[in-house]
């Protein structure tokens, strides 16, 4: 061995490009075993110590007393803000047989409001156009039907 062939065994040959730590010196080989065995022995405490300490109970942390405060009679009051609508306990949907467009509004909302009470008042203008219309079909209608009564056989004249 390469060891074997040095005399001075406080130095460490180097065999193909690596360190033989077999043929360290006697005194020296013993600092590095014992070095060796504290640096094992550190590292299973250390692994130990962390190991015991992940399982352990966690320690109850001391108690205070709770602050003790004065109990004083009042009024309670709290704002709460919320986007909304207000709307009435009771209310009536009205609905109504004719349509056409609004003239007048007698009240406004949260008025109370009385049986027969007039709320609110249509433009007359259409109506009134479509009762002269329907009045003049029903004269054209009315003479249409006595001259055919007058002349019965005679074709109606277009």
């Not at 010196?25 to 692994?47: D, N, P, S, Y």
Request: charged share 20%; with cysteine; proline share 6%.
């Amino acid at each position: 061995m390469a060891c074997e062939a040095q005399s001075d065994t406080s130095t460490i040959p180097v065999r193909s490009g690596s360190v033989a730590w077999f043929c360290i010196g006697g005194e020296m080989k013993r600092w590095v075993i014992a070095l060796l065995v504290v640096l094992a022995a550190v590292l299973l405490g250390g692994v130990g110590y962390l190991g015991a300490r992940s399982v352990a109970e966690p320690r109850a942390t001391p108690s205070t007393a709770p602050h003790a405060v004065d109990v004083n009679r009042g009024d309670v009051q709290q704002t709460v803000t919320a986007p909304g609508e207000l709307v009435q306990t009771r209310q009536t949907m009205l609905s109504f047989d004719v349509s056409g467009k609004l003239t007048r509004l007698d009240l406004q909302p949260g008025d109370r409001v009385q049986a027969g009470q007039t709320l609110a008042q249509l433009d007359a203008a259409p109506r009134a156009q479509a009762l002269k219309k329907a009045q003049l079909k029903l004269s054209l209608a009315e003479a249409e039907h006595t001259r055919q009564l007058g002349a019965p056989g005679l074709p109606p004249n277009y």
